[in-house]
């Protein structure tokens, strides 16, 4: 049995935790913050059968796309001088983390 962990933009999380009800695995969301953009994401996990893995990843990778975005930037000239202009950034896509699970018990 595998454990995976899969975080997600917020804005691809509705069609993630669709698309895997839909397959048949159970999920758990969890709301988390990224420290980059310190912008909304969704973590996923969800516990499979080795078999299963695969095509889980599969199905976040398909539902999980990178886009560019612009966000503000600051940047200092000297003197405590700070101004601050957009720079693009590619955000979304999936970070999956996949781990052994020694035992599993529903109680």
């Given at each position: 049995?595998?454990?995976?962990?899969a975080?997600?933009?917020?804005?691809?999380?509705?069609?993630?935790?669709?698309s895997?009800?839909?397959?048949?695995?159970q999920?758990?969301?969890?709301?988390?913050?990224?420290?980059?953009?310190?912008?909304?994401?969704?973590?996923?996990?969800?516990?499979?059968?080795?078999?299963?893995?695969?095509?889980?990843?599969?199905?976040?990778?398909?539902?999980?796309k990178?886009?560019?975005?612009?966000?503000?930037?600051?940047?200092?000239?000297?003197?405590?001088?700070y101004?601050?202009?957009?720079?693009e950034?590619?955000?979304?896509?999936?970070?999956?983390?996949?781990?052994?699970?020694?035992?599993?018990?529903?109680?």
């Open positions: 049995m595998k454990l995976i962990f975080i997600v933009n917020n804005d691809d999380a509705g069609a993630v935790s669709a895997l009800t839909k397959e048949g695995y999920i758990t969301k969890l709301a988390t913050t990224g420290g980059f953009l310190l912008s909304g994401n969704t973590t996923f996990i969800c516990g499979t059968e080795d078999d299963k893995v695969d095509k889980a990843i599969e199905i976040i990778g398909n539902c999980s990178k886009r560019k975005q612009m966000v503000p930037s600051s940047a200092s000239y000297g003197l405590g001088m101004t601050s202009f957009p720079v950034v590619t955000v979304g896509g999936a970070t999956v983390f996949v781990t052994d699970v020694e035992q599993f018990k529903k109680l």
